[in-house]
């Protein structure tokens, strides 16, 4: 997906900036061409040598000089590239940034630059909250400018709070990001989501349910969504918004209701993922009225619910991929492992209730993808938000 891509990493002058070796590292790796252009206390915190090795080309940092290839460099080096990312942005260039200021080779660059710039705020906390810091930054945001969030935590200045610069990893998914939705690589496919819990009634007040809140399936609907993907997503009982793009919500509440509903959809998708936690069993009886507490202790009789994934696998035509996700709490590659093939998938994301931060909930996750090819790729602990990057990716590899 970044193969080829060109993109220019600006440095300017802060601790943060040995991290932005890192980060040239990582666009390389994927296939990137990368141009740094840095301020001038930028070399104060990393040298011209590392940069120049690792980018395998020269740096740019002076308007005008000998060594430039044209007297406006910054327009022939922003004409080539694709991207900006500048890694750490300090409040000096962002206040440039937003106001116009164009007085080294960086701020120049930037106000040369028409498409996409990623700006990583890297400075101390003070700085950051700064009422003139934090008006640039919204303006920038305003202007269509991507500002990768700093993270909190000890800052190099011993202060504690917000202005550390985002981990390098989380900058390269990022810009990874925009470019496979750019590439609109699923334009036109349709892709069914199945997403949180289902709710079995005991009576009309109760039921049998479980702790999920769909915040998987929903970030895997929008990230679909954002790569031009038909989606057709079937939401148990959630408290979530419809995210933005082609995306046709359909709400049930039981198990029984989201196997009709998924059965109805599956013939027209190229795809499925089914991340939903669908109650594995079901009253036998609901009560027409509310179960009293001085009525005889109740025995609820359960029985078995449809298995909705098994069932579109049995349906699976040879075009399609489909998908689900194993939530296991022991033996867990194996039981994923036979999940995907019982149910006849492409596809399993597993999550292990074991991972501490992972599964139900919370705003991370921690899954391992396993393949029908018994491809295995573990990843570490991330946001919901990139894991729906990565199962996305799979997808559109099988796509
Ligand atoms: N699933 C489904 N319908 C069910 C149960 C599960 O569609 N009645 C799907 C889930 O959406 C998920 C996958 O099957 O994609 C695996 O769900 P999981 O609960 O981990 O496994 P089960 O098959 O229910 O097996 P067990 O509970 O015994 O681990």
């Not at 793009?245 to 190229?270: H, K, L, W, Y």
């Amino acid at each position: 997906m970044l193969q080829g891509k060109r993109i220019i990493i600006g440095i300017s002058g802060g601790i943060a900036a040995y991290k932005s070796l890192i980060l040239i590292r990582l666009f390389k790796k994927a296939g990137a061409e990368v141009r740094v252009v840095t301020t001038e206390n930028a070399l104060w915190f990393v040298t011209r040598v590392s940069l120049e090795s690792l980018s395998q080309n020269k740096i740019y940092d002076k308007v005008f000089g000998p060594e430039n290839d044209y007297t406006t460099e910054h327009i022939s080096l922003t004409d080539w590239a694709d991207c900006v990312v500048v890694a750490p942005a300090t409040a000096n260039v962002i206040g440039k940034l937003a106001n116009g200021i164009a007085d080294d080779a960086l701020s120049t660059s930037l106000i040369a630059f028409d498409k996409k710039i990623f700006i990583a705020p890297a400075m101390n906390c003070k700085m950051f909250d700064h009422f003139a810091v934090q008006r640039n930054l919204s303006f920038l945001k305003e202007n269509d400018i991507e500002i990768v969030e700093p993270a909190s935590g000890y800052l190099a200045c011993g202060y504690e709070g917000k202005g550390r610069m985002e981990e390098p990893e989380e900058i390269f998914a990022r810009v990874q990001h925009f470019f496979s939705a750019q590439d609109g690589a699923l334009k036109g496919k349709k892709v069914l989501i199945t997403a949180g819990p289902t709710h079995e009634p005991i009576d009309p007040v109760r039921f049998v349910g479980n702790y999920s809140t769909g915040k998987m399936g929903f970030a895997i609907a929008s990230e679909l969504a954002q790569r031009g993907a038909e989606v057709t997503l079937i939401a148990g009982p959630v408290s979530l918004p419809t995210p933005p793009g082609q995306i046709n919500r359909i709400d049930v509440c039981t198990a029984d209701e989201m196997f009709v509903a998924a059965s109805r959809a599956f013939p027209g998708m190229d795809a499925a993922i089914l991340t939903a936690a669908v109650a594995d069993f079901k009253p036998a009886l609901t009560a027409p009225q509310k179960i009293k507490k001085n009525d005889s202790l109740p025995e609820i009789k359960l029985v078995l619910n449809p298995d909705i994934l098994a069932s579109l696998g049995k349906a699976k035509k040879e075009s399609q991929v489909l998908a689900g996700f194993a939530l296991e709490t022991d033996n867990e590659l194996a039981n994923a492992q036979k999940k995907l093939k019982d149910k006849n998938l492409d596809f399993i994301v597993l999550n292990s209730l074991n991972d501490a931060e992972a599964g139900f909930g919370g705003d991370n996750n921690k899954v391992t993808i396993i393949d029908n090819k018994n491809h295995i790729s573990g990843f570490e602990l991330k946001s919901k938000k990139q894991v729906a990057v990565d199962v996305v990716d799979k997808l559109s590899q099988l796509l």
